[in-house]
């Protein structure tokens, strides 16, 4: 079992409010990334990490942030939630010298109202 | 050249059946093809994965196949049962590289 952990797994919020996803891993892995989801659907790429002090934005325009202060700790913010973020965000990680297997996280369901 | 084109978006297989799911590449830097499993409220899973130097890779009832020449794999399930409903991404990796293509995923539901 991938050693990867996303809190929360849900969060009901109203439209304006900051909210923060957090996502750690023990493994040690050096890439992390953030990938968007509605239910069953397309993996997005929002942001990804080669490494502390890395961070770049993924393929779909997102308007979260992400930091990368320690190896192990991968945190979203979204600084004034919308409706439209209502989302699933999963937290997912590699490491370069590995067989390029990404562990995930179970994910944070994102309500805005 | 960095798509990953999965088929099909959606499959009903009877108890028992084999269910196919196929997607094509089109960056021959890619060198590693994984397939995931994901349950609903869940975060994907490695299922089984493959390397170009080989053209299949069987791990209990779940088969990879792999055309490098046509730039295609594939995902056979056989004795497909209920438990297997989830859906299923393909992707690929390139070694080097700083994130995986992923296809846009196939919603398979097994029938007891």
């Known amino acids: 079992e991938a050693d990867i952990y996303q809190t929360p797994r849900y969060l009901v919020i109203g439209t304006g409010k900051k909210i923060t996803l957090e996502c750690s891993q023990t493994?040690?892995?050096?890439?992390m990334y953030w990938y968007q989801q509605d239910p069953g659907m397309e993996l997005h790429l929002i942001h990804y990490?080669?490494?502390?002090?890395?961070?770049e934005k993924g393929d779909l325009s997102s308007e979260s942030t992400v930091s990368r202060i320690r190896t192990e700790h991968f945190p979203l913010t979204l600084e004034s939630a919308r409706p439209s973020h209502t989302s699933q965000y999963l937290c997912?990680?590699?490491?370069?010298?590995?067989?390029?297997?990404?562990?995930f996280g179970e994910g944070s369901r994102l309500t805005v109202l | 050249q960095q798509q990953v084109k999965q088929s099909p978006q959606s499959l009903i297989v009877q108890k028992g059946g084999i269910s196919i799911i196929n997607c094509a590449y089109e960056?021959?830097?890619?060198?590693?093809f994984p397939w995931y499993q994901q349950f609903p409220g869940k975060g994907p899973a490695l299922l089984i994965a493959?390397?170009?130097?080989?053209s299949e890779k069987k791990e209990g009832r779940f088969t990879i196949s792999f055309n490098k020449s046509a730039k295609q794999f594939s995902l056979h399930i056989m004795d497909s049962q209920p438990g297997d409903s989830a859906t299923y991404f393909c992707?690929?990796?390139?070694?080097?590289?700083?994130?995986?293509?992923f296809g846009t995923g196939t919603r398979l539901k097994v029938l007891a």
């Open positions: 997912a990680s590699t490491w370069a010298g590995g067989t390029g297997e990404l562990f």
């Open positions: 493994m040690g892995h050096d890439k």
């Open positions: 990490s080669y490494g502390v002090n890395s961070t």
């Open positions: 960056n021959t830097a890619f060198d590693y």
């Open positions: 493959i390397r170009p130097d080989v």
């Open positions: 992707a690929a990796w390139g070694s080097g590289t700083y994130k995986y293509i």
